[in-house]
């Protein structure tokens, strides 16, 4: 069988991906012409051409700008339920979602809504796909800690919808210890903890999100690479990180697959899984991910078993779920 024939069929979790970040330009066509919303393309082809990032911030632009569309109950459901039908062909079994409520609130939708849509398309996608899920209400990095503390202040009737709680969005300049607070008082309800660390901000924010938020789970992390004793202490944790290798090559955080950290970081005993990330922006679900890093720096099926079975094991499944799926 081949490697990328094997990977198609091992059952997978995926982590680490942004459901505004899975909407299709078809979808965001599709959902412009429902509601009556203008957007600045006039094609499918358009959109994807418009694709083309030289780092993080250019690419956030573009990402804000495509969920001004989303604005019902069933546009969040639909975006959702289209993910999962695209995961579960390539074989997710489980995934756990971000969501960015203040992309949606900041424009007059309700929490509420935004959450009851994609609960609906979680649901389903339980019943009709047989994937199982788990929310991240995930705070923006580039806005206010009070903004950050009314967000998690707006998720109160549905936090026993929530697995935890994310940081994301612009992350040079707005180092974790901006949402120190915000974090222990999340961790409070009973919320897990992650953080995008590492992805283009330096190895102190990485040191930040472990000494300072205390996450349970580290959202790219690359960047620790550059500080031996960081890499040391994320081994003796065992902190899984979720890596994004297309996402990677988009933003220009590598300059080519080959020159990915992942067989390093596998070499140095850290607990990587593999994830898409913004799958409708940057080229691939999470298959193509494992396809396309093991072509470009030659991955065994050993270290592609090892990352699914990471995937299970790093997720916030309880120990007698994951135990049921390993
Ligand atoms: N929001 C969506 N994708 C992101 C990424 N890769 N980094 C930071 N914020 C994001
Ligand atoms: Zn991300």
Known sequence: MSLDAYIAGLPKAELHLHIEGSLEPELMFELAQRNGVAIPFDSVEAVRAAYDFSNLQDFLDIYYAGANVLLTRRDFEDLAFAYFRRAAADNVRHAEIFFDPQTHTDRGVPFGVVAEGLIAGMDRAKAELGVTSGLI?????????????????MARPYLHHFVGVGLDSSEVGHPPSKFQRVFAAARELGLKLCAHAGEEGPPAYVHEALDLLHIDRMDHGNRSMEDEALVERLVAEQMTLTVCPLSNLKLCVVKDLKDHPVPEMLRRGLHVTLNSDDPAYFGGYVNENYRQLAAAVGLTREQVTQMARNSFEGSFMSEAEKAARV
């Open 137 to 153: 209400l995930s705070f923006l990095r580039h806005l206010s800690e009070a903004e950050a503390f009314a967000t998690l202040e």
